[in-house]
């Protein structure tokens, strides 16, 4: 089992940033890849980029130059920052990682609004 927390959201201006944070506990040895999702009032949740354990990322188009995704393995983070935030950036975001098996978080809120 693998235990997922994010955090670092809130309240931003368009334009703003913010860097997200997902700290994994517990069975850290099986993680590979991992990623982070979000998911906006009345939509489905959608992919916003992964980071395989060696370092390899990809991204969404609608993030791609805007998001960067990283990870410190010794800390067992990984991290998303945001710049250009866009008010349809709005949503709750999940970080996940494949262990065997698939793991989320609870989500942190994002909201981009003046």
């Known amino acids: 089992q693998v235990q997922l927390v994010e955090s670092g959201g809130g309240l931003v201006q368009p334009g703003g940033s913010l860097r997200l944070s997902c700290a994994a506990s517990g069975s850290i040895f099986s993680i590979t890849t991992m990623a982070w999702y979000r998911q906006a009032p009345g939509k489905e949740r959608e992919w916003v980029a992964h980071?395989?354990?060696?370092?390899?990322?990809n991204y969404a188009a609608f993030v791609k130059g805007r998001f960067t995704i990283s990870r410190d393995n010794a800390k067992n983070m990984v991290y998303l920052q945001m710049n250009s935030l866009k008010p349809e950036d709005t949503a709750v975001y999940y970080c996940?990682?494949?262990?065997?098996?698939?793991?989320w978080g609870q989500g942190t809120q994002v909201t981009v609004s003046s």
């Open positions: 980071i395989t354990s060696g370092g390899n990322t």
């Open positions: 996940y990682c494949w262990a065997g098996g698939n793991f």
